[in-house]
């Protein structure tokens, strides 16, 4: 079973760019499909971004499209979330999520094995 941990949250400013790690152990990195959901304050957890295990094939939220980028590292276990020109709403609790399947999968429910969250918070 694979164990997650993000890191990389802070407070920026609106404009900022900011950059997210999660390392992944325990398991074999590369047969495993990565996403970052994120929860706003009040709201549920959405969907921000995947990278589908194999293909590298990536999606993204309409509301990130342009300004976020995920990549990984298989050799380090590691999948990326380069933000850039953040935005208010772009505040809230993010988290990477792990599956063992290729495909496209947007909802939470989707995803069995989740981190523990980093805080990202943009002020205007």
């Known amino acids: 079973q694979v164990q997650l941990v993000e890191s990389g949250g802070g407070l920026v400013q609106a404009g900022d760019s900011l950059s997210l790690s999660c390392t992944a152990s325990?398991?074999?990195?590369?047969?495993?499909?990565m996403a970052w959901f994120r929860q706003p304050p009040g709201k549920k957890r959405e969907f921000v971004a995947t990278?589908?295990?194999?293909?590298?094939?990536?999606y993204y939220a309409d509301s990130v499209t342009g300004r976020f980028t995920i990549t990984r590292d298989d050799a380090k276990n590691t999948v990326y979330l380069q933000m850039r020109d953040l935005k208010p709403e772009d505040t809230g609790v993010y988290y990477c999520?792990?599956?063992?399947?290729?495909?496209?999968?947007?909802?939470?429910?989707?995803?069995?094995?989740w981190g523990q969250g980093t805080q990202v918070t943009v002020s205007s």
């Open positions: 325990g398991g074999t990195f590369s047969a495993y499909s």
């Open positions: 990278i589908v295990r194999s293909s590298g094939s990536t």
């Open positions: 999520a792990a599956l063992m399947l290729y495909g496209l999968f947007m909802e939470d429910t989707d995803w069995p094995y």
